[in-house]
């Protein structure tokens, strides 16, 4: 099939605007990409230099050097001591192309809505004429090229060069499945008319619906190209195309949806999130997956969890077809009402009760929805029970409190507060600030007056606890520290490295230091290059274990009814997972809390690893992988002025 050109289109080239004079090299190497993906040059095919220097009517060197280039591309395969090849066709790697593509036209689409011009949407509208007169003609490299083209433009849009580059790259590799999908006959008019919507949302200058249309599109278009792949069957490439027997399933995948905070100040949870419940799919789909179907994820950012927010992310996750929802947590309760008003099932670990009172006002309408674990009322109080019981010698019964303006970290303050006064303690600092603060200075000063035997800070977001501790120690106080929540991401040990040493902490759930789940944090650790956070990882991993557990008990993911029945009653059947085990509250669709449930957990920091000395309010015993947990002196304590004061 010849090419019918288009002087504005290659694929090979990085932008329209690049005006640079073509060598002979990038002349061979367009020519060079067009064979691979017309399968002029098959997959798996052995690229004779002798063969192509006729065939292309050049020299060895041009050649050569395109050659290189398309190895860099992944387009061309080169085995030592054996030759170059055509790279070879893989299913499984094209939805890998797909997602990683999919995930970043989306977000860069997004910040680029402002950016682009009206004539720059109407080369759009021109890229549609084209493309639906192309496939009346049967031009099939042509509408690829054409549906490469406008891929390419909504990249150029982010007018951010390694964003288009990395688009580029992908879509070059995505280019030959699309090819296929056309031969064997894919009806290209459904990617065609996406792509028409996803103009008119530009046209609207409106990010979120521009963000989340390209990105159903692509999952959309991955799974009908595949869908079409697989039943033209290895026939089309008796020996090229690599389909994983895991990959036959494909077409017949259970869509979840993790709408999370991605971005905004709960992104550092979200990172958790996404990893969490990331290798916990891919833990499962390796086995046998759910009814033997795999699972696909599907992701929606929503933020800082507004009404807004969440009501466009439930939209789109439900328009993409997925059969439950795992956000992890939320902080506003109208998340759960949104994600409610539909009927798949909901669980999350927000620990608030303020998430969950809208919801058991009206349990008819939103039983949908599970908190999996217990809310925030009893950690302020565990957490000074635990404190006070110590083997320490505290130098004086004062203590200072300090919290953000949260509605969660207010809850966990007022409880402190309150058993304090309870046990006869003198309040030095009851202070709160705003949210996200990392100036602590008026607090500090007032500690640093008072010396107080402890200070504990009710602050869940992790940049606020760095800064707190750091401005701490350029002028400590013999204080332990008890920090809420904040250190469960790793990254609180990560950025303050030895500073973090000494810190008490707590968390309401954690993964459980037995062996199992110390080879799983390994894991873990080797997939994404950093520890675990104690807390989302595992919690996305039982949650998800205990949605598919309840799937397999309804016999179909969307027989809503009976999965829901399942996880309501999960008290009769409790599921023990990392965190511990899980039973619900039937009257409130809440996690139970205590030593036989979800212990809430108390660790201090030593040798910048967490050691767990507390589980619910007995001190931890150890497990078949750990000794139990004992509490050391914290470093900036001057322990001989510490001696005098409680002597004197």
């Not at 792949?229 to 389909?243: D, H």
């Not at 992701?299 to 956000?327: H, M, Q």
């Not at 620990?351 to 939103?366: F, G, H, L, S």
């Not at 040990?493 to 954690?510: P, V």
């Amino acid at each position: 099939m010849q090419l019918k050109t288009d002087s504005n289109i290659s694929l090979l080239s990085k932008s329209n605007k690049n005006t640079h004079k073509k060598r002979d090299s990038d002349n061979v190497a367009e020519k060079l990409v067009e064979m691979i993906i017309s399968l002029e040059l098959p997959p798996g095919s052995v690229i004779s230099e002798t063969d192509l220097i006729k065939r292309l009517d050049c020299g060895r060197t041009p050649l050569r050097e395109a050659l290189q280039r398309l190895a860099q591309e992944y387009l061309i395969s080169s085995v030592p001591r054996r030759g170059m090849f055509v790279a070879e066709l893989d299913l499984m790697n094209y939805v890998k192309l797909i997602d990683a593509v999919g995930l970043l036209e989306s977000f860069s689409a997004y910040s680029a809505v402002d950016q682009c011009s009206n004539d720059e949407i109407d080369d759009l509208e021109d890229n549609i004429s084209k493309s639906r007169e192309a496939y009346s003609q049967g031009d099939l490299l042509n509408v690829t090229e054409l549906d490469f083209d406008f891929h390419r433009r909504i990249a150029e849009f982010s007018r951010n060069d390694y964003i288009v580059d990395a688009i580029i790259r992908l879509y070059r590799l995505i280019s030959r499945y699309n090819f296929i999908a056309l031969r064997n006959g894919i009806d290209l008019r459904i990617s065609i008319d996406e792509h028409q919507k996803i103009i008119k949302s530009f046209r609207r200058r409106d990010a979120e619906e521009v963000k989340n249309l390209i990105y159903l599109h692509t999952i959309e278009a991955r799974d009908r190209i595949a869908a079409t792949i697989l039943n033209a069957g290895k026939s089309v490439f008796p020996t090229q195309l690599n389909v994983d027997a895991s990959f036959h399933n494909q077409n017949n995948t259970i869509r979840i949806g993790v709408p999370t905070m991605m971005t905004g100040p709960g992104a550092p949870m979200g990172a958790d999130i996404v990893a969490g419940i990331g290798m916990a799919v891919e833990s499962i789909n390796t086995s046998s997956g759910v009814l033997g179907r795999r699972l696909e994820i599907v992701y929606a950012d929503i933020k800082d969890t507004n009404v807004e927010d969440s009501r466009v992310g439930a939209k789109f996750l439900d328009d993409a077809g997925v059969v439950a929802f795992f956000p992890g947590c939320f902080y506003d309760p109208s998340c759960g009402i949104e994600f409610g008003k539909y009927y798949q099932p909901l669980l999350h670990a927000s620990a608030m009760k303020r998430t969950v009172d809208p919801i058991v006002a009206n349990i008819q309408e939103y039983g949908n929805v599970f908190q999996m674990c217990a809310s925030e009322e009893n950690l302020g109080s565990n957490a000074f029970i635990n404190l006070v019981s110590l083997p320490y010698e505290f130098p004086n019964k004062s203590v200072a409190i300090l919290g953000s303006d949260i509605s969660y970290d207010m809850v966990v303050q007022r409880g402190i507060v309150n058993e304090a006064r309870k046990n006869g303690w003198e309040i030095v600092l009851n202070d709160s600030y705003p949210f996200g603060s990392i100036r602590f200075d008026s607090q500090l000063a007032r500690i640093r007056a008072e010396d107080p035997a402890i200070i504990i800070g009710s602050i869940s977001s992790t940049e606020s606890a760095v800064e707190f501790v750091n401005q701490f120690l350029l002028n400590p106080t013999n204080s332990l520290i008890f920090l809420h929540w904040s250190p469960v991401a790793s990254k609180f040990i990560s950025i303050l490295g030895e500073k973090a040493n000494g810190i008490l902490w707590q968390t309401e759930f954690g993964y459980l230091p037995t062996k199992e789940n110390l080879m799983w944090a390994d894991k873990f650790k080797t997939e994404f290059s950093r520890e675990p956070g104690m807390a989302w990882p595992a919690m996305m991993d039982d949650m998800l274990h205990i949605w598919a557990k309840a799937v397999e008990y309804a016999e179909d993911p969307k027989n809503y009814s009976k999965v829901i029945e399942y996880i309501r009653d999960l008290s009769t059947h409790p599921y023990r997972g990392r965190a511990g085990t899980y039973g619900i509250n039937k009257d409130r669709n809440e996690g139970l809390t205590g030593l036989e449930w979800l212990p809430i957990h108390i660790y201090q920091v030593q040798d910048q690893k967490n050691v767990l000395l507390f589980l619910d309010t007995k001190p931890f015993e150890g497990t078949d992988a750990v000794a139990a947990g004992k509490i050391r002196m914290p470093p900036w304590i001057n322990k001989k002025l510490l001696i005098k004061k409680t002597r004197g």
